[in-house]
């Protein structure tokens, strides 16, 4: 860790407290909490203006019932932070935590005098509050049935979100986007959620360090946006567990009145603990093949395509070929690599067992190969293939010089699948495994205390282009960087390269066809946060072709973000900087436009320019792109002439 830490507690008795305030380091953001009869109440202020009116604060328990009417402040305790720390994976190598905090002590009047704390940080670019149970005598456990946190959002603000009808989901869906007013009564709202005040003051809020606790939606309830935990499986009224002490996540606004703020944001990750893997020298981002989703592809072949060596070795030769770190072992046809009773990839049998392989693929065969040729082999399992017997799969992985899973499947936020993920996380770390979760909830920045967590789903992405009718469009693309990639890495299937116009668009299961241009796909992978970018196609459509030179070269994980432009639901640039060199992405929506970029954001100097753009006749073939070298400077700005469902990139190279 780097940096300077600094902290001034002042402990103030509960009669000098009427109200606490605290402000962000630069002033712009005001937290205010009082206590009324019903419960303790909070407002937040932004530039002036309340943007968060009086907001409940509290719990509901099976045993004890209600907890928020009739409390007093006991205690309250004061600090400000200013450090900076190192991320082994992550937008940036070095992150800057600023805050002021608060820790709010409440003690209830009643005779059982139970305490909970609120412990409140506010950033530059917003803030969170999370409740602590400190231990007690009077109170050892508890069973919650309702954590009551409301969010009393100030006038009729534009929601960007996706709506469930049930907590068991994929957390894959288009964004709906809805005035306040028009929201429907007690609907489920995954997070994060993007809240468009006028004037352009924006607010997303969602959670960080969730741990041994509930995923959280936000549902409107009497008027009041409030908090709705997942409860844990075969009942509806129970959602958390535990024994004390005990901490809840972190609820988190981020607010700004730049869109630009809000996507370079490092506040999740400053909510969550220090790294916890001691040795991290095996850890190594990277992209991968994930034949799946081109339909197992091979081209004319003097072997029988299958769950073999001969198969696997096409894929790990392309990748040694090309600069991709890792092969993804998947199965094929639907059928997994390793030994199983069950009829597909999406079913686990009761003799399922990923220590053996299917009787025609020899893992360590294949380990072996890859390692020769530098390739590293990452395999697809059923999260229920593997737990609980965690410690005998990973070990039998390590033995066979595996080097991480994508586990799948998940499609639940209760407090015991969190703590399912958290334990795979922990026990890959133990056999130097790193994780890539799928069919699961939204990132919350865990991937500072455990950085083998390189990436996770959570998000409609190109793999519905193999079966929906109309594909995964550039405009629903564009709301990936304003609402679930605030909240962290996003997996997406990346690597499509057979864009086609909408008109022309149609659903293949294998070779599937792509919407957006070839340079908005190279885009992709600068303005997503992912630490294992998939290159999802088959060795065929890439090599020769125009861009791919790019994706054998574009870093995943980063040492500095910046965001020169973005105007939600258009268009985005993000730029990413590896060691020296800038990459910088820019994706469209399906409205042509062009944009200036300012390069302001560069160090002094030169740099030489490797610009991908839209050719000028991307409307007949979106696959067309052009390709010129310029010498730039901060100095510079470059227009960019995006084409409906285009893009840009940049790799800028120090002279």
């Not at 033995?399 to 991480?404: C, F, M, P, R, T």
């Not at 499609?411 to 790193?434: C, G, P, S, T």
Request: charged content about 20%; proline content about 4%; hydrophobic content about 35%.
């Amino acid at each position: 860790m780097v940096g300077l830490i600094i902290s001034l507690i002042i402990s103030l008795p509960v009669f000098a407290q009427k109200k606490v305030v605290l402000k962000s380091p630069d002033g712009n953001i005001i937290f205010s909490l009082k206590i009324s009869p019903k419960a303790p109440v909070y407002s937040i202020m932004f530039k002036g203006k309340t943007i968060i009116a009086d907001s409940e604060l509290g719990f509901t328990f099976k045993e004890t019932g209600r907890f928020g009417a009739d409390v007093k402040i006991s205690k309250t305790t004061f600090k400000d932070v200013d450090e900076s720390y190192e991320l082994a994976v992550g937008k940036a190598k070095t992150v800057c935590d600023h805050h002021k905090e608060v820790t709010i002590s409440f003690t209830e009047n009643k005779n059982t005098q139970r305490q909970i704390s609120l412990v409140v940080r506010v950033f530059n670019d917003g803030l969170a509050f999370r409740y602590e149970f400190p231990k007690q005598n009077s109170w050892s456990s508890y069973t919650m049935t309702d954590e009551n946190s409301t969010f009393n959002v100030v006038g009729n603000p534009m929601i960007h979100a996706l709506l469930w009808d049930s907590y068991n989901n994929s957390h894959e869906g288009f964004y709906k986007k809805f005035k306040f007013n028009e929201a429907k009564q007690d609907t489920l709202m995954d997070m994060p959620a993007l809240l468009e005040f006028p004037d352009k003051v924006y607010m997303a809020i969602t959670e960080a360090n969730l741990r041994e606790y509930a995923g959280m939606y936000l549902i409107k309830h009497n008027g009041v946006l409030k908090s709705q935990l997942s409860s844990l499986q075969g009942q509806s009224e129970i959602k958390v567990k535990a024994v004390l002490p005990h901490h809840t996540p972190w609820r988190v606004m981020m607010i700004s009145n730049r869109m630009e703020t809000l996507i370079a944001s490092n506040i999740l990750v400053n909510l969550n603990d220090p790294v916890e893997i001691k040795d991290l020298s095996w850890l190594k981002p990277g992209k991968t093949s994930f034949h799946w989703w081109n339909g197992d592809i091979l081209p004319d072949t003097t072997f029988a395509p299958g769950i073999n060596f001969e198969t696997n070795k096409y894929y790990i030769d392309f990748c040694a070929r090309n600069h991709i770190e890792y092969h993804s072992v998947i199965g094929y046809g639907g059928f997994a690599w390793y030994k199983s009773d069950a009829s597909g990839y999406s079913v686990v049998g009761p003799n399922t067992d990923v220590t053996k392989t299917v009787p025609s693929l020899d893992m360590q065969q294949v380990c072996d190969y890859a390692k020769q040729k530098g390739v590293g082999i990452h395999v697809w399992v059923h999260w229920k293939a593997i737990y609980p017997r965690l410690e005998e799969s990973f070990a039998q992985f390590e033995k066979w010089g595996i080097k991480g899973m994508m586990v799948d499947f998940m499609e639940r936020d209760d407090q015991e699948m969190v703590n399912i993920q958290e334990e795979i996380l922990k026990k890959a770390a133990q056999h130097k495994l790193f994780i890539q979760f799928h069919g699961a909830f939204k990132p919350t920045g865990l991937h500072r205390t455990y950085p083998n967590e390189f990436t996770r789903e959570g998000a409609l992405n190109y793999e519905f282009n193999k079966w929906t009718k109309e594909g995964v469009s550039p405009d629903h693309d564009i709301d990936m960087p304003f609402t679930r990639l605030l909240a962290g890495a996003t997996d997406y299937h990346l690597g499509g390269f057979r864009a086609v116009s909408q008109a022309k668009f149609k659903t293949q299961y294998t070779r599937p066809l792509m919407n957006g241009t070839r340079c908005h796909m190279l885009a992709m992978y600068v303005v997503l946060e992912s630490y294992l970018a998939m290159v999802a196609d088959y060795p065929q459509a890439y090599e020769g072709q125009p861009g791919f030179e790019f994706l054998q070269k574009v870093p995943t994980s980063w040492d500095e973000i910046y965001v020169p432009k973005a105007e939600l639901g258009k268009y985005v640039t993000i730029a990413r900087r590896k060691g020296n060199d800038w990459y910088v992405g820019t994706i469209n929506n399906t409205q042509s436009r062009t944009i200036e970029v300012p390069l302001d954001f560069l160090s002094d100097g030169n740099y030489t320019a490797e610009i991908y753009a839209d050719a000028p006749d991307t409307e007949r073939d979106p696959n067309h792109l052009t390709k010129q070298a310029k010498t730039l400077n901060k100095s510079n700005k470059i227009s960019i002439k995006l084409a409906s469902g285009g893009g840009q990139v940049m790799h800028l190279i120090k002279q």
